[in-house]
């Protein structure tokens, strides 16, 4: 990387030189009759090179995010070609008035005969079209690489959350927990363990067919996370509260990544403190900007899992295996809130 403005002069340089040799070969052919300005030819066709490929880096940024979106079309195409060619013009006569005062000292406004404009022009039009041809391929070239590589990923990161998912959920410490929860409370109260054994086998039914990467509705996750949190408030008593303000609109009307919630939620209890001195209160609603937000207090464990950031990278690169915005943490008056974006169904 250290060499990396170095490679670029040589780019400019050795693209400017061949610019100013074609345009040479143009005027008059063979064998090539280099006048006493090349030199400041070669200069000027150097700076234009570069002001040019910063001007297309900008438009080409803004083609490349809309073939992402699939929006790029034969007239956005034209536009951004437009502008090339309206920015080359620009930066020719500007380019050409700040060399002619860096040579003279002064500002010389020479009128080119007829012939000679429309060459430059024409010749210059070619030479635009052509870097911006192959601007756009490279930078197509780059995001396909790109978007190869996140999906493979994606699909990695997937199968490790997956996988992860279950031996947390199924792993002996947490079904002994869970059993010996049902066992405590069967005799003492038996309504308790009943409801607690419902929502353990469909929480468990949940994470046994969790199969795909795709999205669900909104509707069906809030049932899997309010069996999880069912299990934690019956484990954890009085030391955990929480709640679900979400409209029956908002549930028919949205989607997100399947068992995402479960992760978020599982991180709030593993890295917060959760005793009767200090309960942990977790809310799940939708914000005025369309968000699911899962909120808790913020009170960090003194000591936390070495695997801290795991599951939040799971959770990102399932977002970016579904081509969508990834959630987002904060922490704001006391609350850790997590803000996961929700596809309108409609879409």
């Known amino acids: 990387m250290r060499f990396k403005p170095l490679y670029h002069l040589i780019f400019y340089i050795i693209t400017g030189t061949i610019v100013s040799i074609l345009q040479v070969f143009v005027l008059s052919g063979f064998p090539l009759s280099f006048q006493d300005d090349f030199w400041g030819e070669i200069l000027f066709a150097c700076l234009y090179i570069f002001c040019l490929t910063q001007l297309q880096k900008r438009i080409l940024t803004s083609s490349v995010s809309q073939f992402k979106r699939n929006t790029f079309s034969i007239e956005i195409f034209s536009k951004y070609f437009l502008l090339i060619q309206l920015g080359g013009l620009g930066i020719l006569f500007l380019n050409g008035f700040l060399l002619e005062f860096i040579v003279t000292g002064k500002l010389n406004f020479k009128l080119r005969t007829f012939s000679q404009l429309r060459f430059i022009l024409v010749y210059y039009f070619f030479i635009n079209a052509i870097i911006y041809c192959i601007g756009i391929g490279f930078r197509l070239y780059k995001l396909y690489g790109k978007e190869k590589d996140a999906k493979h990923l994606g699909e990695k990161s997937f199968m490790a959350a997956q996988l992860q998912m279950l031996r947390q959920q199924l792993n002996p410490h947490f079904l002994f927990n869970n059993l010996n929860i049902i066992a405590s409370t069967i005799h003492n109260n038996p309504t308790i363990a009943y409801d607690f054994t419902k929502s353990m086998a469909a929480f468990y039914r949940k994470v046994l067919e969790a199969e795909n990467a795709g999205w669900i509705p909104l509707k069906e996750e809030l049932k899997t996370i309010q069996y999880y949190l069912h299990m ?56 005025d900007n ?35 915005q990834a959630p987002i943490k904060y922490i704001k008056d006391g609350w850790f809130y997590v803000e996961v974006w929700l596809l309108p169904n409609n879409q």
């Open 232 to 287: 934690l408030a019956v484990r954890f008593e009085d030391k955990l509260a929480f709640s679900i303000d979400i409209s029956e609109e908002n549930k028919n009307n949205f989607s997100l990544p399947d068992f995402i919630l479960q992760p978020i939620v599982e991180n709030a209890i593993k890295h917060n403190e959760c005793s009767r001195n200090k309960p942990l209160t977790i809310n799940i609603y939708v914000a």
């Open 290 to 324: 369309g968000n699911l937000v899962i909120r808790n207090i913020f009170q960090p464990k003194l000591e936390t899992d070495q695997n801290i950031g795991i599951g939040w990278f799971n959770i990102e690169n399932r977002y970016k295996y579904l081509a969508a």
